[in-house]
């Protein structure tokens, strides 16, 4: 709104000045010109400094927000289910288990075997938290289409939220997701996340190529809230040869049941076998990552941080009572 009015102050400035300047009793003041020449540049600044703030997409539709994405393959297939495709960077963020302690919610537990299992090499007295930062394209259900969105956030999987020592659930407490998509703000809401609307680099796609990068390969990724100061989030990746987590590690926690305040549990079930994945390849990455997101509420900033680059299809399942998920085991 803002910056509609700025906009309309600099598009009539000069009419007023020359209006201005032509009355008779403006004439023999002779400082006028310079001052309206002082405060059309004062506006300037301030239109500027409105925009840089808000990034350049702040401004154009969703609609017209154009993508890289390749189209949702399983669309078809799964006519009454809510499918799309998820584009972006997964990736490891080690932090201490006192650490991670302090974080989740006192009452469920965190089972160290489960990943352990999976990673016999992991740090002693360390936990894999997760961040991704993913563009949600092409989402559809009974032949209804929302428009893309992006977000990210940290999340925190291997979560024993049944206490039965087994199901591993992942808790996502807040994300950033992209403003003025109410359907994405308020499907996480009902969750209960802390669900920032934001604004993205880039706009419209889960990251964007670095020229002149020093490494190969190398993408960049930020996410600000609107609401300035609140959270953020960046990353830088590289392409990398190095190995230091398995293909199976990734498809685990990512298909982990998410809650947030444990009301309701979401199914998102990412297919690392369709289209998307196999014809373009899964590129590992090592990198930095920077936030600041609840529970992480001071800045904190993680290197050679390792993970994947990589679109998938994905099939989800929305509001879903968590004990139904006691048991339960993904395997594609």
Known sequence: MLSTYLDVALLCHP???????????????????????ISFLSFLVLRYAYSSQLGAPYDVPIAECATEDQ??????????????TLNGT???IPISLKLARQLIPPQYGILEHAYRSLLPSFPKG?????VQALHDHEVQAFGYKIPDFTRTGI????????????????WAPSLLMTAGHDIALKGA????????????????????????????????????????????????????E??????????????????????TCDNLIRLFNTSVTTSHGIERVKGTVRARIPPFDQGWEWQDVYGLRLDTSFIENNYLNCDSFR?????E
């Open 189 to 240: 809401r009902d969750y209960g996340t802390n669900a920032f609307a934001a604004t993205f680099d880039p706009a419209c796609d889960a990251y964007r190529a670095v020229t002149n990068a020093k490494r190969p390969g190398t993408t960049f990724f930020s996410a600000k809230s609107q609401e300035a100061g609140v959270a953020s989030l960046s990353t830088l990746f590289s392409t990398t």
């Open 155 to 170: 999340e925190f999987p291997f979560v024993d939220m049944l206490n039965d020592n087994h199901t591993s659930f992942k």
């Open 327 to 331: 048991g339960y085991s993904w395997t």
């Open 126 to 130: 360390m936990y894999p938290a997760i």
């Open 71 to 84: 189209p949702n393959p399983i669309a078809s297939l799964y006519p009454n289910n809510a499918t799309g």
């Open 15 to 37: 009419i007023l000045a020359f209006i201005s300047i032509q009355h008779p009793k403006m004439q023999h003041k002779k400082p006028s010109l310079n001052l309206f020449a």
């Open 242 to 263: 190095e190995e230091l987590f398995p293909i199976e590690f990734f498809k685990n926690f990512t298909n982990q049941p998410t809650f947030a305040d444990g009301k």
């Open 90 to 92: 997964i990736a490891v």
